[in-house]
T-cell receptor, first 114, second 113 residues
Framework: EAQVTQNPRYLITVTGKKLTVTCSQN?????MSWYRQDPGLGLRQIYY???????DKGDVPEGYKVSRKEKRNFPLILESPSPNQTSLYFC?????????????FGNGTRLTVT | AQKVTQAQTEISVVEKEDVTLDCVYE???????LFWYKQPPSGELVFLIR??????QNEISGRYSWNFQKSTSSFNFTITASQVVDSAVYFC??????????FGAGTILRVKS
């Protein structure tokens, strides 16, 4: 089944403890992206990647890192999480950047930082 | 800059009522796509429709219909004869080149039985 898989679905952590949210897609998509969802703000793009080893900042990149060492994986790294990063996170992919097709979203990761 | 406005934060209706969710967008691109996504209580994002900027035909899919008007930069979504299962957060989004989706803040729809 074609899908975008995020792990974990739920995560509670403490301030400053490094964490990684994994994202993997099995559709051989070139483009991948991370969004965060906050009440009243909709979804905002954190980082995106047009292809392997190519990443760029979205609208809210502060406090996050990403890597794209292979096409299928696009992990989101929080080196020193803070409470304002408590949010619902979505990973997404599509065959390539542009207008070609809708983004395929993962099921989301709900992160709480205390 | 691209922007999507969903002015209705929350709407409550009684089952079988019709309801329209408003979406107004801003863009300088001449080529763009507009989307609607549904987010049920389970949290996943469900793709509903994509419409490109050159196709202003309205679309109907079962109880769902969409009205795209370039003249007013609007892409409104109507649910006819609403059902409890329609309760969700609905997002309108604008696609910029490079596949950056710009989302509206979302409208919470509550359908009561």
């Amino acid at each position: 089944e074609a899908q975008v898989t995020q792990n974990p679905r739920y995560l509670i952590t403490v301030t400053g403890k490094k964490l990684t949210v994994t994202c993997s897609q099995n559709m051989n998509h070139e483009y991948m992206s991370w969004y965060r969802q906050d009440p009243g703000l909709g979804l905002r793009q954190i980082y995106y990647s047009m292809n392997v080893e190519v990443t760029d900042k979205g609208d809210v990149p502060e406090g996050y890192k990403v890597s794209r060492k292979e096409k299928r994986n696009f992990p989101l790294i929080l080196e020193s999480p803070s409470p304002n990063q408590t949010s619902l996170y979505f990973c997404a992919s599509t065959p390539q950047g542009g207008y070609n097709s809708p983004l395929h979203f993962g099921n989301g990761t709900r992160l709480t930082v205390t | 800059a691209q922007k999507v406005t969903q002015a209705q934060t929350e709407i409550s209706v009684v089952e079988k009522e019709d309801v329209t969710l408003d979406c107004v967008y801003e863009t300088r691109d001449t080529t763009y796509y507009l989307f609607w996504y549904k987010q049920p209580p389970s949290g996943e994002l469900v793709f509903l429709i994509r419409r490109n900027s050159f196709d202003e035909q309205n679309e109907i899919s079962g109880r769902y219909s969409w009205n795209f008007q370039k003249s007013t930069s609007s892409f409104n979504f109507t649910i006819t004869a609403s059902q409890v299962v329609d309760s969700a957060v609905y997002f309108c989004a604008l696609l910029e080149y490079g596949n950056k989706l710009v989302f509206g803040a979302g409208t919470i729809l509550r359908v009561k039985s």
